[in-house]
């Protein structure tokens, strides 16, 4: 049973971790670069015409 | 294996953290159906289609994977002939699909991945009681071979974790990253807020789900009667021996349920590569209904091919890391095209490289020449895609990265 009780842990452990850091982690990957400039970049686009 | 294959399910975890929470939401903000289209926006209309066509032959190279899952399923409820299972799973899966939209589709996956989870904790919990001497009689059995000891540890055997834990992740988060496969369930999504938080329960969910098969199939190994049955046959004999047979019932229709399910996202997903990306070639002005319907044809054509060769397949780990490697300098162009400098030239000489390396290396079995069987091939194509990728993105002409213009914005 202590290996049972080990693996879920670990695996929970590990799981929850890494989905706590990836979450976390979205603020500067997204807000910062990616969301705010999003917005000016597709009027730019579509003034200019340009097709991508 | 032991125990150390929950490394599969921690794979997933990464996968769901790189699609919902970096490649998902930039492919949604350009307005792409798929990734072909995205990768048409960063690179041009002909890489673009390049990698729509080879997302969709891999697709169908995963849907033919979960026809076998399917068969395997049907011939453990049934008993018949596993060709007879894969001929009868296919034509149910087919329907699974074509009767079903999208919405019926999403929920069922839902119901489906709780009713997996309910029937595997009632078997834990059977197990709990049915095994002989219990799980302390699994370990001591395991640990008292020292060849099969580290079967009791997640972090038991280092080669593994190098061979198996790690490219596994590697090649799951690259390839579902920038791939139809990955993207499908996040182009359905309401908004980027939605794919985002449904990190909390895609995670944990795809996560921790083999740490309940891993243990089931370590006790089967632990008892000689039905190791004997051999690596794909142990579980279900022990399951069938020891279990009572609601139980079995239980365990038997969620997995048909996930199988089914599987099956849905991977066949949609070359599905519409090739009727949005390729028929458009054709007829550019088809509209919704047209692309659709060709949809509903290409389901049909997939799963019939998927019955044909489901008898042909190398083992499914094995095969399914070959599909991955293919997605690897696809990610990595991707990203050197969103935030550096974008070379169509550059990303086509670094696909093709990439994937005559990993033909070399593992269809035409250069691995098993050299015997590097830890070498797996999701490295050697990530070597080579960044290899490639740097070296032919700084030589050759290009435009600035796609998302570096917001920044000067």
Not at chain 2, 359 to 369: A, E, K
């Amino acid at each position: 049973m202590q290996m049972c009780m080990e693996t879920i842990a670990y695996t929970i452990l590990l799981v929850f971790a890494i989905t706590a850091v990836g979450y976390g982690q979205k603020r500067p990957i997204e807000i910062g670069t990616v969301t705010k400039k999003m917005v000016t970049f597709q009027c730019l686009q579509s003034e200019s015409g340009e097709v991508y | 294996m032991g125990v150390i294959a929950v490394w599969f399910g921690i794979a997933c975890a990464v996968m769901m953290v790189v699609i919902t929470q970096v490649t998902g939401p930039w492919i949604r903000r350009t307005g792409a159906k798929t990734v072909g289209e995205f990768l048409g926006h960063i690179f041009g209309k002909k890489s673009g289609i390049m990698i729509s066509s080879v997302n969709a032959a891999l697709g169908i190279a995963m849907t033919c994977l979960e026809v076998e899952t399917i068969a395997v399923t049907l011939s453990f409820l049934t008993g018949w002939e596993y060709t007879i299972c894969a001929v009868i799973g296919g034509i149910l899966a087919m329907l699974y699909v074509l009767l079903a939209g999208m919405k019926e589709i999403a929920w069922l996956n839902l119901i489906n991945a709780i009713v997996m989870y309910v029937a595997l904790i009632v078997v834990f919990i059977c197990l709990c009681f049915e095994l002989p001497g219990g799980w302390d009689a699994v370990q001591a059995s395991v640990e008292a071979n020292p060849d099969t000891a580290w079967f009791t540890s997640i972090f038991g055997n280092s080669a593994l974790i190098i061979g198996f834990a790690i490219p596994n992740a590697l090649g799951a988060s690259l390839f579902h990253g920038m791939a139809q496969t990955g993207y499908q369930p996040v182009a359905t999504a309401k908004s980027n807020k939605e794919v985002k938080k449904s990190l909390w329960y895609a995670g944990p969910i795809n996560g921790c789900f083999c740490i309940i098969p891993a243990l089931i199939g370590l006790a089967a190994f632990s008892i000689v009667a039905y190791r004997d049955a051999g690596s794909m046959m142990m579980t279900p004999a022990m399951i069938i021996d020891l279990l009572p047979k609601p139980v079995v019932a239980l365990l038997a229709a969620g997995f048909l349920g996930v199988d089914l399910s599987s099956f849905a996202v991977m066949a949609l997903a070359p599905a519409t590569c090739i009727s949005h990306d390729m028929y458009t070639l054709y007829k550019p002005n088809a509209s919704e209904r047209t692309k659709t319907k060709m949809s509903r044809v290409l389901i049909i054509v997939i799963g019939i091919i998927s019955i044909l060769i489901c008898n042909f397949q190398p083992a499914p780990v094995e095969m399914v890391n070959w599909i991955f490697s293919f997605g690897v300098p696809v990610f990595v162009m991707a990203v050197i095209g969103i935030w550096w400098k974008r070379s169509e030239k550059a990303a086509v000489i670094t696909f093709i490289l990439s994937w005559i390396a990993v033909c070399v290396w593992s269809t035409f079995g250069l691995q098993n020449y050299l015997g590097w069987t830890n070498f797996n091939v999701n490295y050697i194509s990530l070597i080579f895609a960044l290899a490639a990728g740097v070296i032919t993105t700084a030589v050759l002409p290009g435009k600035k990265g796609l998302f570096v213009g917001r920044k000067r914005a």
